[in-house]
Nanobody
Framework: QVQLVESGGGLVQPGGSLRLSCAAS????????MAWYRQAPGKQREWVAT???????TYADSVKGRFTISRDNAKNTVALQMNSLKPEDTAVYYC??????????WGQGTQVTVSS
């Protein structure tokens, strides 16, 4: 039984910053990668960023240069530092964990709203 808990969402003005975090706990034994996805109202869920167990990172084109993903392997946590936020970044952000056995786990999501 695996639990993912996201935190750090909220309301921020355009150009502002926000930091999201996700902690994995429970029966998970080994994590291959951790990622962030987001889903805006009326839109499909889209991939944002991924970090592997070796700390390699990849980003969607829409957030490159603005967002930074990082992880703490010992604590099974992942963070997403979001800078220069835009209204189009408004969405529910979800943490996704992939185990080395390729099982996938999702968090409940945290709301990020970028508005003046």
């Amino acid at each position: 039984q695996v639990q993912l808990v996201e935190s750090g969402g909220g309301l921020v003005q355009p150009g502002g910053s926000l930091r999201l975090s996700c902690a994995a706990s429970g029966s998970i034994r080994s994590i291959y990668s951790m990622a962030w996805y987001r889903q805006a109202p009326g839109k499909q869920r889209e991939w944002v960023a991924t970090v592997t167990s070796g700390s390699s990172t990849t980003y969607a084109d829409s957030v490159k240069g603005r967002f930074t993903i990082s992880r703490d392997n010992a604590k099974n946590t992942v963070a997403l530092q979001m800078n220069s936020l835009k209204p189009e970044d408004t969405a529910v952000y979800y943490c996704r964990v992939t185990g080395t056995n390729w099982l996938v786990y999702w968090g409940q999501g945290t709301q990020v709203t970028v508005s003046s």
